[in-house]
Each structure stands twice: as structure tokens, then as C-alpha cells.
């Protein structure tokens, strides 16, 4: 919050829209969700928005827009057009069709990429996500628990929650990024670096 503050609403709505938060990502899947009206704008972040906005409470974003921008911060600072497809081929197996990726965007400088990166893997080796460790691989992430702020509103419940871990490996020269969400885990183990980052760990192992 007090970095946020430090930034102001200007500032900290313009990386939003850097980072691609309320944009569509153009994935090639139909039906990608409008979530403009997910994300606060500079007029309407005001102290009490940029606050929570600033932990990751009062917007909201989809898993792909996530993934993307986490990715961007990894491989020194660009934002690529998400694919799903990397090749069409026609029924005797000859290639139709290459998707090359479409860089969209600088989102940061390699400079900033490269702290990133040593933040990330901090959160594994010393930090929250301690769960995440590996023997023989170097690999860094963030976690994150956020409260469903208006479900709780409407039913009364104060146990609602999403948590998430996104990880990376291997740091020195990442290749792949994990995004785990559980909506609403049961009991009282909720936070994302005790129960997403496992699953995580998990993925990358087999990878």
C-alpha cells in the first residue's frame, strides 16, 4: 500500500493497462471475456482502491492476462501474443500453417526483468513459497490469497478465498511459467504458498 501511494493512481492505472489488466489478449480460443470493467481506472482509483488494488484485492483479472503479464516480467520485458495453436497441418501431416509469436509490447527493461527474476527465486529459496523447492532446480514464483470480497458480502461466509501461485523454471534461463488457482479451498489451509505452490512444484517436476 505504501508503494502504491508512492506511485499514485495515474502511475499505477498506467501499468495496469502496460501490463494488459482489463484488455483482451487475443488468444486464439473463442469467447474471450470483456473485462474492462474488472479494473479501476486512474479517475476511479482513490485511496481506498489503490490501497487494495495494490494487493491484489477490488480488481480482478483472467488467467491468461495473468499469465502473460507474470511471463513479460520473466523474459525481460516482453508481452507476446498468447497462442494456443503453434502449428495447422492438413491431413498428410504437411504443415498449413506456422504461428510465429507477435510481440505486442515492452511491458519493462531487461534490467528490471533480471531483478525480477532474483525476487521471484527468493520466494522459493527464503520466502513464501518455501513449499515450492526442488532438489537440482532452480525455480521462483509469486503467491497469492485474496479474499472474494463480494460473495462474502451477499452470503455472510468470510472463508472465501482464491489462491494462486504462478511459477517459473529454471531461473537462469526460464522456459516455461505455471499459473495454479483454487477458488475457494476448503479448511483452513488457504494461503496460495501452502496449497497452490505445491501443485506447482508438482507440474514443473514432471516437466
Known amino acids: 500500500m505504501q508503494v502504491a501511494s508512492q506511485m499514485g493512481r495515474d502511475l499505477f492505472a498506467k501499468y495496469q493497462t502496460v501490463f494488459g ?23 476511479t482509483l482513490n485511496e481506498v482502491e489503490l490501497a487494495t488494488s495494490s494487493f491484489g484485492q477490488s480488481l480482478n483479472c483472467s488467467m491468461i ?11 525481460g520485458g516482453n508481452y507476446y501474443e498468447p497462442h494456443i495453436v503453434k502449428q ?4 498428410n501431416g504437411r504443415v498449413v500453417k506456422d504461428i510465429s509469436p507477435v510481440l505486442v509490447k515492452k511491458t519493462i ?15 522459493v529459496t527464503s520466502g513464501t513459497a518455501k513449499k ?18 463480494s460473495k462474502i458480502l451477499s452470503t455472510g461466509e468470510t472463508n472465501l478465498y482464491i489462491s494462486s501461485f504462478c511459477g517459473v523454471a529454471p531461473m537462469d534461463d526460464p522456459e516455461i511459467a505455471v499459473l495454479i488457482i483454487l477458488d475457494e479451498p476448503h479448511g483452513d489451509a488457504y494461503y496460495g504458498g501452502t496449497i497452490a505452490a505445491p501443485v506447482v512444484s508438482s507440474v514443473l517436476t514432471e516437466v
Do not use: H
Open 21 to 43: 489488466f482489463g484488455q483482451k489478449t487475443n488468444i486464439d480460443l473463442p469467447g474471450e471475456a470483456v473485462t474492462a470493467g474488472l479494473v479501476y481506472t486512474a479517475d
Open 132 to 149: 515450492l523447492q526442488t532438489e537440482g532446480y532452480e525455480i521462483g514464483g509469486k503467491t497469492g490469497t485474496s479474499q472474494k470480497v
Open 65 to 75: 492476462q495473468m499469465a502473460c503479464a507474470y511471463s513479460s516480467i520473466i523474459n
Open 109 to 123: 527493461s531487461e534490467s528490471t526483468s533480471e531483478v525480477m527474476r532474483s525476487y521471484l527465486e527468493m520466494t
Open 88 to 91: 495447422i497441418l492438413d491431413s
